[in-house]
């Protein structure tokens, strides 16, 4: 990370925290309020299936405010259908954060297959304002955009969705209430113990 960090100062970048979550119609538990001696019950409808798959891009730099940018992809279990995000998603991801942010950005990413495949690296060495960093293996406490889904999770917590269109509409739009709040990136990146700012060379 120390690596990114001096990349992204020099070439005045941001750095931009990729990770991919997923959500069924089976939601998150969480505590809730009821009656003294009431259980409380969430009733989910047993009809259909689904699952919506999030792609989120948390782009940081010092001196301004988080941005989070994402994808979604709606599973309805139809025969023929995408089971998960191509480097095509990512590409169009990546492009459109460079043009929102208008700046190069540095990737941080983990070691997915579709993030480390030929096509992939083919279109990371095209663009010239995007440099890529893979993160070590199973170290999830270093991407600040975990936070983003345990945000997420909390804010649909024992939701009651009818039917896999109901549940993408809430996902995105808890996704944009978060969008809303860019202090919260900060948040987000402190809970891993990590700053933006690059460690000076030891003398």
């Given at each position: 990370?120390?690596v ?5 100062a020099a ?5 931009c ?6 959500q069924?119609?089976?939601p ?8 003294r001696?009431h259980?409380?019950?969430v ?18 730099k010092?001196g301004?405010r ?10 309805r279990g ?28 540095v990737?941080v990413?983990?070691n997915l ?21 893979r ?7 270093l991407?600040p955009?975990?936070g983003?889904w ?12 009818h ?5 993408a509409?809430?996902?995105k739009?808890r996704?944009?209430?978060i ?9 987000f990146?402190?809970?891993t ?5 690059p460690?000076l060379?030891?003398?």
């Amino acid at each position: 990370m120390a690596v990114g960090k001096r990349s992204a100062a020099a070439q005045r970048a941001w750095i931009c925290f990729e990770d991919e979550a997923g959500q069924t119609l089976r939601p998150p538990k969480a505590r809730t309020w009821a009656r003294r001696g009431h259980t409380p019950v969430v009733t989910v409808t047993g009809k259909g299936s689904g699952r919506v798959s999030i792609a989120g891009l948390l782009c940081l730099k010092a001196g301004h405010r988080g941005r989070l940018m994402f994808r979604t992809l709606t599973h309805r279990g139809r025969k023929g259908e995408p089971s998960s995000f191509t480097e095509a998603d990512y590409i169009a991801l990546l492009d459109t954060a460079h043009q929102r942010l208008d700046a190069p950005i540095v990737l941080v990413w983990d070691n997915l297959n579709t993030h480390v495949s030929k096509a992939m690296r083919d279109f990371i060495n095209g663009r010239d304002w995007l440099t890529a960093i893979r993160l070590p293996a199973y170290a999830p406490d270093l991407n600040p955009t975990e936070g983003v889904w345990s945000n997420l999770k909390r804010g649909i917590a024992n939701l009651t969705a009818h039917g896999v269109d109901h549940l993408a509409r809430t996902v995105k739009r808890r996704l944009r209430q978060i969008q809303n709040q860019p202090d919260l990136a900060a948040g987000f990146l402190a809970q891993t113990g990590m700053t933006l700012e690059p460690e000076l060379p030891r003398t």
